[in-house]
């Protein structure tokens, strides 16, 4: 089993719609959880940590399910512009640490 | 605006070449660097922990002989690919947290193409 997991998609979406993805993680011991953007051919790029009590930028939602092992990311009224690939990203240990990846799940929003 | 900056962008070269990779982090010390590579649709792997003024802790299946990593000073960490051949030919990024856990920041990466 892979220590993060996500479904690679794509999603293909209105603008306007509404889509949640979800992540899945293995180590029941990791301690930090972030949503990372990641367009083509570029960098990721931090959208938001996921704290337990869950939380809210805009218009994304993220939530951490720490008993089922999941992480969610939530998008409402999604924009042309938030075509990209949303990456799981999960912290083992604490201090300077190593982070794991998920696959990414790629999103299209269609006009 | 980028707190690390990855240098070059773009590498075209031929085989037998070696390639050095520059990663800096521009206003605070990092201590810990990483250096992870991609491949087309697959995730980012990570391929080693840069300490500075220590060795490299290379992950299981990655040669340190081939990817040599220095990392010197608190804001600069390099990987050299030596002797690259097209098998190397990768997207490759490095990271570093502003801070103890703290979320990554990224370099822009660095696509290698070795012909």
């Known amino acids: 089993r892979k220590e993060v997991e996500q479904d690679p998609g794509p999603f293909n979406v209105p603008e306007g719609a509404t889509v949640a993805f979800n992540c899945t993680y293995s180590?029941?011991?990791?301690?930090?959880f972030f949503w990372y953007r990641q367009d083509c051919r570029k960098e990721p790029k931090l959208l938001m940590s996921?704290?337990?009590s869950g939380n809210e930028d805009g218009r994304f939602t993220a939530q951490l399910n720490r008993a089922s092992q999941y992480i969610s990311l939530l998008i409402r009224d999604s924009k042309l512009s938030d075509s990209a690939t949303y990456l799981c990203v999960v912290s083992f240990s604490g201090g300077y640490q190593k982070v794991t990846f998920g696959i990414g799940t790629k999103l299209q929003v269609i006009p | 605006g980028a707190v690390v900056s990855q240098h070059p962008s773009w590498v075209i070269c031929k085989s037998g070449t070696s390639v050095k990779i520059e990663c800096r982090s521009l206003?605070?010390?990092?201590?810990?660097m990483f250096w992870y590579r991609q491949f087309p649709k697959q995730s980012l792997m990570l391929m080693a922990t840069s300490n500075e003024g220590s060795k490299a802790t290379y992950e299981q299946g990655v040669e340190k002989d081939k990817f040599l990593i220095n990392h010197a000073s608190l804001t600069l960490s390099t990987l050299t690919v030596t002797s690259a051949h097209p098998e190397d030919s990768s997207f490759y990024i490095c990271?570093?947290?502003?801070?103890?856990?703290?979320?990554?920041?990224f370099g822009d990466g660095t696509r290698l193409s070795i012909l």
């Open positions: 996921v704290y337990s």
């Open positions: 990271s570093a947290p502003k801070g103890m856990n703290q979320p990554q920041h």
């Open positions: 180590n029941s011991a990791s301690q930090s």
């Open positions: 206003d605070f010390q990092a201590t810990t």
